[in-house]
């Protein structure tokens, strides 16, 4: 264990983090709650991680349980990360959508479900706004699409709700000719401008509560979420995804993450060389 970080204190943090937000923390890993939790520590003026935990125990401070979950989570993000999702969105979804909304007039929702600061949730709306300019689609808009974005942290979802972006955000994955189509530049930050940062709504939501409450997608981005959790957690996980798909509906998960127990839920459909899930009917 770290120098500052007793054995006791590092079990007890361990588990707590676990039963509140399902990540499951190795042992190897202590030095990832010492140095995320220090910070706080610091600031709320303890010499101990043993008197941290027994305040988190204790509920005296209704903000602290919000505050130690938002260090402990990564937050780690960018613009059109990987190129699985995108290409099927627009060669095969995109296509299949466009004639349902037109046959029916129902709105298509799509959630990301582990959405930090908002990149993946407005990567979504730019690369529908793209594809209905692309094939000069008239009647179908992005008001037909409905976008969610969730995470477990309260202060990341504000800088999502914001849309604000420093120049390092901005850069990360984002095609550049596409900041001045959908940013407002003010000094060293871009803004998602407002008529595309209204078609997404970001809520907080604690993967670990019941799905029912948010309805069923058509698609849902769930990636690289799930390799912080328990084996059991993702087992739980797999069954309430599939749950809150429509038949047919659509998982993208992480490119590089290992999806074992999804045989009984979903089906793997293969694109060049990414794989995305489709839910069994």
Not at 109 to 115: L, T
């Amino acid at each position: 264990m770290g120098s500052g970080l007793s054995t006791k204190a590092f079990l007890q943090f361990q588990k707590y983090i676990e039963e509140q937000c399902g990540i499951a923390i190795g042992n190897e890993k202590a030095y990832l709650i010492e140095s995320r939790l220090t910070k706080l520590l610091v600031e709320a003026n303890l010499n101990t991680f043993e008197e941290l935990y027994s305040m988190l125990a204790q509920k005296k401070d209704p903000k602290l349980s919000e505050r130690v979950i938002d260090a402990i989570t990564t937050n780690e993000t960018l613009w059109f990360r990987d190129k699985t999702p995108w290409q099927v969105l627009e060669l095969i979804l995109m296509p299949v959508y466009i004639d349902e909304i037109r046959k029916t007039g129902r709105r298509i929702r799509i959630w990301s479900a582990a959405a930090s600061s908002g990149q993946e949730a407005y990567s979504t709306v730019i690369s529908i706004d793209q594809y209905l300019k692309r094939y000069s689609i008239k009647d179908v808009s992005l008001n037909d699409f409905e976008v969610i974005g969730t995470d477990i942290s309260g202060p990341i979802l504000e800088i999502a709700r914001a849309g604000r972006y420093d120049p390092i955000s901005i850069m990360r994955g984002l095609d550049p000719k596409y900041k001045d189509t959908y940013f407002n530049n003010e000094g060293r930050v871009w803004i998602v401008k407002n008529e595309f940062k209204q078609h997404v709504k970001f809520q907080q939501f604690n993967l670990q509560n019941s799905f029912i409450g948010l309805g069923k997608f058509d698609v849902i981005f769930c990636r690289y979420v799930m390799i912080y959790f328990s084996q059991q957690f993702k087992r739980e996980m797999t069954e309430k995804l599939a749950q809150a798909l429509k038949s047919k509906g659509v998982l993208f998960i992480g490119n590089s993450e290992i999806f074992p127990d999804y045989k009984a839920y979903f089906e793997p459909r293969q694109h060049e060389k990414g794989v995305y899930y489709q839910a069994k009917e």
